[in-house]
Nanobody, 126 residues
């Protein structure tokens, strides 16, 4: 059974940084893409970044290119999202998700993503 569990969210002052973690289990050796998304209350869920199984391919939303870094440690089955210079508009629930299949940019951005974590809240105070 595939499971994704996010952690690392919290209350942070503007200008600070966070590292979100997504612990992934049950994917075994299947080729897959892992993505990070965020959602403000009452708004659509937005794509933030995605990474291939090997970490050799990454994709970022235009709004995330400057202050976000996605990475993974396959020895720990964990995908990370570093967020730097946090701004109040980064406040959202951040979720990770997994797509089964090979990498391509369109799939990484638009899915479909087959499994989702429960999300972790990030709140940035000004």
């Amino acid at each position: 059974q595939v499971q994704l569990v996010e952690s690392g969210g919290g209350l942070v002052q503007a200008g600070g940084s966070l590292r979100l973690s997504c612990a992934v289990s049950g994917l075994s050796d299947s080729d897959h893409v892992t993505g990070w998304f965020r959602q403000d209350p009452g708004k659509e869920r937005d794509f933030v970044a995605a990474i291939s199984k090997t970490g050799g391919s990454t994709l970022y939303a235009e709004s995330a290119k400057d202050r976000f870094t996605i990475s993974r440690d396959n020895t720990k089955n964990t995908v990370y999202l570093h967020i730097y210079d946090l701004k109040p508009e980064d406040t959202a629930v951040y979720s990770c998700a997994a797509h089964f299949g090979p990498w391509n940019d369109a799939t990484a951005r638009f899915g479909p993503y087959h499994y989702w974590g429960q999300g972790t809240q990030v709140t940035v105070s000004s």
